[in-house]
T-cell receptor, first 110, second 119 residues
């Protein structure tokens, strides 16, 4: 079983749609969780950290369920500029490395 | 300010050759990481430096891969006897020191990567 698993998509949605991405992780000792965004042929960039209480940043909401080892990202009112690959990321138990999922591709069309 | 820079941006080499990839982290960042990203995959951890020393090299795939950071700033990833399967984008990231000694902050800042193609 891969350490971080996510549905690769692609998700094709119209502008204004709400879309949700899900991710599971295998190591219950993991302490830090993130969503990164990666545009085509660019480097990954931190979108947001994910906390147990859930957190929101504008149109983006991230949730963490430690019992189920499940992480989610909700994007409301999708924009064309949201088109990218969204990477679910867990910090390893030693705190020395990020473990990435394969990424979920989102395409927002007008 | 300046971000993480990596050179070259693209490198094409022949099977069996030796290559060096360079990373300049953000000034003041004590932690430096190397990752490798193959097509359609997420980045895969290779090695982590805290200062000059490799604190975790568990991700290096075999002994053809080696990395150094002699002065605690610039790092070089070295690949000997390259193979076609080494073709990937090699990403470098850095992070600032944590408020408490000995740790790192969670946020890693990535460079644009070096696209390595082994023919």
């Amino acid at each position: 079983r891969k350490e971080v698993e996510q549905d690769p998509g692609p998700f094709n949605v119209p502008e204004g749609a709400t879309v949700a991405f899900n991710c599971t992780y295998s190591n219950s000792a993991s302490q830090s969780f993130f969503w990164y965004r990666q545009d085509c042929r660019k480097e990954p960039k931190l979108l947001m950290s994910v906390y147990s209480s859930g957190n929101e940043d504008g149109r983006f909401t991230a949730q963490l369920n430690r019992a189920s080892q499940y992480i989610s990202l909700l994007i409301r009112d999708s924009k064309l500029s949201d088109s990218a690959t969204y990477l679910c990321v867990v910090k390893n138990w030693a705190g020395t490395a990020l473990i990435f999922g394969k990424g979920t591709t989102l395409s927002v069309s007008s | 300010g300046a971000g993480v820079s990596q050179t070259p941006s693209n490198k094409v080499t022949e099977k069996g050759k030796y290559v060096e990839l360079r990373c300049d982290p953000i000034s003041g960042h004590t932690a430096l990481y190397w990752y490798r990203q193959s097509l359609g995959q997420g980045p895969e951890f290779l090695i982590y430096f805290q200062g000059t020393g490799a604190a975790d090299d568990s991700g290096l795939p075999n002994d053809r891969f080696f990395a150094v950071r002699p002065e605690g700033s610039v790092s070089t990833l070295k690949i000997q006897r390259t193979e076609r399967g080494d073709s990937a984008v090699y990403l470098c990231a850095s992070s600032p020191p944590a408020p408490l000694a000995g740790g790192t902050t969670d946020t890693q800042y990535f460079g644009p990567g070096t696209r390595l193609t082994v023919l």
